[in-house]
């Protein structure tokens, strides 16, 4: 359990957060009424649980991103606001509610993602198949994209997941190789690479997603993407890391605008298909817009 620390060292660590970091507060019907659904049919998101910057938007808009598996992580990655700790049992009527609430909200292009379940021998594979598969049963006409979590080279576990029938299949890398451990102390870079490389030989539209204002320089940016082409990485999102609490690690910087149009660039100048890059960028924003690049 990280130390808590003291009021005076935060307020000296907090930088200012400029006003091109400013989100409007979620309102409106349409909002209201996927706030509805998900309660109703006793369901997580990553919007809710990683404190998104876009569920106004996203929301306002008849999407959301839906976490499987419960809310409780098995990982404690230093930048995530999702609770970590010994997950309780999952519930294995889940595939079926995930599908009734897509199916009731009416979207085209739904985004599943889920907590790290590293106790269990599949890493949730199983119920991650039979989520896809409800979805794909009950609204054919809907695109999936699934981001799924790091299965530590269990490949057997990784092939289940990815078989049902998605349109994309993502894996965020989060940040540059320097500093995965202090971001992401429980996985590996080269393993995440290797994973994005898995899937695209499995046949599947690959993605993954970066924070810019950790630390890193511009150099291992251009490393990473290089990296990630290699690798067969089609889509890269690039967003803002945002400090969810003070016991999570602070931002080292906000990047302005220009340079988030300066990557997305040279991504697609690198070899990407598509980028999607700016300062409150996540990596379901604007999901739909690339299921068929």
């Known amino acids: 359990m990280p130390r808590k620390p003291s009021s005076e060292a935060i307020r000296q660590n907090q930088l200012k957060k400029p006003d091109w970091l400013r989100v409007k507060l979620p309102v409106g019907k349409k909002y209201t009424q996927v706030r509805n659904i998900v309660d109703q049919y006793k369901l997580h998101t ?20 839906f976490m499987i598996l419960g809310n409780v992580c098995t990982r404690s990655c230093t930048f995530c606001a999702v609770a970590t700790g010994r997950p309780p049992e999952y519930d294995t009527k889940e595939p079926k509610r995930v599908a009734e609430a897509i199916q009731r909200m009416g979207v085209k292009h739904a ?9 269990l021998p599949d890493r949730g594979a199983e119920i991650w198949f039979q989520t896809v598969q409800e979805v794909k049963k009950l609204c054919p006409a809907t695109t999936i994209e699934t981001l799924i979590p790091d299965v530590k080279g269990t490949w057997k576990a ?3 997941m990815i078989e049902a029938g998605q349109e994309v299949v993502s894996h965020n890398l989060e940040t540059v190789e320097r500093l995965y451990r202090k971001v992401r102390p429980q996985a590996k870079y080269m393993r995440s690479l290797e994973q994005i490389q898995l899937t695209q030989k499995y046949g599947k539209r690959t993605k993954s997603g970066i924070m810019l204002g950790l630390g890193e320089t511009d150099d291992e940016v251009y490393k990473t993407i290089d990296d990630l082409v290699a690798h ?9 890391y945002l400090q969810p609490t003070p016991l999570h690690l602070a931002v080292a910087e906000y ?19 598509y980028v999607e890059s700016g300062p409150l960028v996540r990596s379901s924003y604007r999901a739909e817009r690339h299921v068929h690049v």
């Open 158 to 160: 990784l092939y289940r």
């Open 111 to 119: 985004v599943i993602t889920s907590v790290n379940r590293d106790e």
């Open 255 to 273: 990047v302005p605008p220009a340079k988030f149009a300066h990557f997305k660039e040279e991504g697609l100048r690198r070899g990407l298909k």
């Open 232 to 240: 067969g990485l089609d889509i890269l999102t690039i967003g803002q």
């Open 46 to 65: 990553i919007c809710t649980s990683g404190n998104c910057p876009n569920m106004g938007e996203c929301w306002g808009a008849g999407t959301a991103t």
